[in-house]
């Protein structure tokens, strides 16, 4: 069996859960990142007897709409999926649901599904630190019950939460922008996951692209691109009922 990591990770969090559940899986992971706009997803191709971790964050309760493209045009030929979507300890709504439908359309067999927190990538305050060695225990746990699974021929599909349709998506509330500290360095560009910034000027900034992932912020090497402060105030205000009580994560097999 071929383990395969697929994952929308554009700050990192996502990345870390990913790692963590396949890791336990496989010591032989085969990395898919989907957040590299270059690559022709359709020219990746999975056999029946391979097993996927597809993780993707939960943005206003949808999958990112360029993760579910690039998602789809992979040839999956009945490989067996493992759905991991991940939120910032507020709601994962439809995330899963969509991921479910997503990856069955690209030919994968879903077998288990995982809503797992990490820190919230744009108020960092809430699920800070998270995924933390409570969680990274607690998904070592669902990899194990998982293995069980596969070790049995186990692909009966898990009843995954979540309605259709799907909620409404929201578009991109909060381009970042690059403070008087920016040198043009290019890397935001270089690195955002919808080329949304425009390579010349990274001022310029396609605003029905941007997607709000907040990569641009989160891997700018001088701490020049930020948001909006009063934006960002009211986010943490709208945020800080929901969030602040720490959520547990979920296992569906």
Not at 25 to 37: A, R
Not at 51 to 57: E, L, S, W
Not at 80 to 105: F, H, I, P, S, W
Request: with cysteine; hydrophobic share 40%.
């Amino acid at each position: 069996m071929n383990l395969y990591e697929i994952s929308f990770s554009p700050t990192g969090g996502t990345q870390k859960v990913a790692d963590s559940l396949a890791a336990a899986l496989s010591q032989d992971i085969h990395p898919i990142d989907l957040t590299e706009s270059s690559t022709d997803f359709r020219a990746v191709t999975l056999q029946d007897k391979d097993t996927a971790v597809i993780a993707v964050p939960s943005y206003g309760g949808r999958v990112p709409a360029p993760a579910a493209e690039r998602l789809s045009h992979i040839q999956a030929n009945g490989a067996k999926a493992v759905l991991v979507c991940v939120y910032g300890n507020r709601a994962y709504e439809d995330t899963l649901a969509e991921m479910q439908d997503v990856a069955k359309q690209a030919g994968f067999r879903v077998i288990a599904g995982v809503a797992a927190i990490a820190e919230h990538s744009i108020a960092h305050q809430f699920a800070a630190g998270r995924p933390d060695e409570q969680d990274n225990a607690q998904l070592r746990q669902f990899a194990q019950k998982i293995q069980r699974k596969l070790e049995e021929g186990d692909c009966l599909e898990p009843q995954i939460p979540g309605n259709r349709p799907y909620k409404k998506g929201g578009n991109a509330g909060m381009v970042p922008k690059p403070t008087k500290g920016c040198v043009k360095c290019g890397l935001c560009a270089e690195k955002c996951p919808v080329q949304a910034i425009d390579r010349a000027d990274p001022g310029k900034v396609d605003k029905t692209a941007c997607i709000s992932c907040m990569r641009c912020v989160s891997i700018c090497p001088h701490g020049a691109r930020r948001v909006n402060g009063i934006m960002l105030a009211a986010v943490n205000a709208m945020l800080k009922k929901a969030c602040s009580q720490r959520k547990n994560n979920e296992l569906y097999l």
